[in-house]
Structures are given as C-alpha cells and as structure tokens.
C-alpha cells in the first residue's frame, strides 16, 4: 500500500455513524444466527469410533483416548504434512492456525483438551514443532488417520471434536477448510479493516489492494503474488528465524 492506494469516501460524523447502524443490524443477525447454528450443532448425532487406535507422542505409543488427558471433551487438530520437506515448504494454512492457539486453560476450564494430530512423523514434526516454539500437546497420527478420518480426505486439515464416555470415544462434529478459522483473530481483525484479508477473493472495491498470498511472504514483502508463493514461507517463520532458529527438520538438525 502507498499514498496513492484507493481510501473510502471522506463525509461527516452523521454521514459515517448512519452507515454503520445500518451494517451494525446485519452485523447482529449475523451474531444471532451464528448463535442458532452453535445450537444445532449441540444437537447432533455423534459417532463412537475406536478409543484404542494408536497415536504416537513423546513417549511413544499412545491411544486416542489417552489424548484427553482425563478431560471429557477433545478437539484434534489434523495437522498436514509434507515428510521429508523443510520447514518453509511445510503448510503455511495449518501453521498460520495452529500458531492462532496459545492459551488452553479457558478450554481446560471447560473439561477440554486440545491437540495436534499430525499426519505426519513424530520426530520430523515435532522438530517443526520446536522451531516454531508451540507447546501445544503433539502427537503423530501418521497411521492412524486414515481410521479416524473414516473416508475423508487424508492429507488435508480437520478440525474434529470428540467426546468421552468412560472408555468409549465418540466424534461429534468436524469441518474443515475455512470451518478451520474458528481457531483464528488475525483474520477476524482483517475483517474489521478497510482493507480487509487484501486476497484476491475479497469483494472489496475497485483498486483495494489484493496482493497477499493465503499466509506466505516472500522475506521482507507485507504480501506476495500467489503465483510466487513458493518463493516465500508460511509468514509466522521469519521471526523464527531471525530470533537464531535452524529450520532443518532433519535428524541431526538444531531446532532451538
């Protein structure tokens, strides 16, 4: 953006406040069917699938249903991944999410665990893990998505809740793609600017800028064409490294 970067029509107070009480009854319908959709989903079936599939965590082995930690409720976060690959060329999409969630102890608060379920190796995405310096429970779901993920598409981020019952695992709702933005402010604030996400699906008006790439910047650019992605990384990796982090995710690679 520079100064010559279209702007909004200037008009008085009056003017401006008439517009916004206007979007602001929108903006409540928009609250009170958020709010009638949440109950709906209160209400849904659910499924039970098999409390004892194996993950793998930090000491090895574990079940689905030890991933609670005790709690009644958990929400698993099916993380992609692309083995072998660097830290840039991993998903910018679920590193922008995951990076969104750091206080747990208001979902604790509420008999719930969060977690990763990466689809991919323990060791190599824990490493990632590490670079990024998350601290958010981890495990490796590598072989055990297909079974959790019952048919659907292995490879892409979900977002599924599940709940206990004793022993007994039920999943009750998941959704992914942009349901995924639930876990996320940085967007929602966007949205509240004048310039909004500034990505090219926006409807905004003529001359807005819409030059940024989904969470991926070449090294110092504020956005980058989506035809050049792959020059850049996902954006939350630039501090990493210029705070001294080693992006190697190989065996022998420093993550500190």
Known sequence: MNRTTPMPAIVDRDAFQAELDALRV????????????????????MVEVDAGIEL?????????????????????????????????EQCEGCTWITGQVTELSYLHSRDITYAVLCQGPFEESMRYRDFMGWRLPWYSAQAAAPALLAGRRVGMFHLVCYLRDGDRVFETYWTTGRGAEVMDYSYALMDRTVYGRQEP????????????????TAAGEPGWPPAQRPAGRP??????????????????????
């Open 26 to 45: 929108r903006e409540k319908a928009h609250t009170r069917e958020g709010d009638a959709i949440a109950a709906a989903r209160r209400r849904l079936p």
């Open 56 to 88: 793998t965590g930090p000491d090895g082995p574990v079940s689905l249903l030890d991933a609670f930690e005790g709690r009644r409720q958990l929400i698993a976060y099916y993380f992609m991944w692309y083995p072998g690959r660097p830290a840039a």
């Open 201 to 216: 699906w926006e409807d905004s008006p003529p001359g807005w800028p819409q030059g940024c790439s989904y969470t991926r």
């Open 235 to 256: 954006i939350a990796q630039w501090s990493r490294l210029s705070a001294g982090r080693s992006d190697d995710l190989g065996p022998a690679g420093s993550h500190g």
